[in-house]
């Protein structure tokens, strides 16, 4: 199973068994689309199937046909949903999964290394992303045209340009 992670149930809706989901997409409405999800339960991933779904002040309402009430939706709290990544469809050009981008090489237009991308942020406005380097602190890249001028999945690779004053950082 390729899963990615899709969003965090972080507390109980009610008596009959609802929870509330905080989504980690940049597309909440993509539950909609999704049959079923995943949450890991020690070693193993155990399947929850999608049965209702509203929305409500940024967050979303998500029915599960295996819980009933709010003493089984208790037992969810804080649980990382995962999905299968086929249930996602295709993403636009541009856009990619975090989970993608993590481990990516991250070079200078000429080729030398920076380091590598260790995780993605949203700031609001743009994305950062987290570069590991070797024996230096982590260096955080806004993820703007004039800084990211290409991602390569297929070659691991971020290539970026340097503008001034990032380089102290």
Known sequence: ????????IVNTHGLRGEVKVVSWTDY?????????VY??????????DISGIKYQKGNIIVRFRQITDIN??????????????DMLGELPEGVYYIADLIGLNVVKENGEKIGVIADVFNTGSNDIYDIKRDGQKNLLLPVIEDVVLNISLEDKKVTV????????L
């Open 161 to 168: 340009r340097m503008m001034e004053g990032l380089e102290d």
């Open 28 to 36: 909440p409405e993509v539950f909609e689309d999704i049959e079923y």
């Open 72 to 85: 089984e939706a208790e037992k969810y709290k804080n649980q990382v949903i995962y999905t299968e990544r």
């Open 1 to 8: 199973m390729n899963l990615l992670e899709v969003g965090k």
């Open 39 to 48: 949450i890991k339960k020690k070693n193993d991933y155990k399947r929850l």
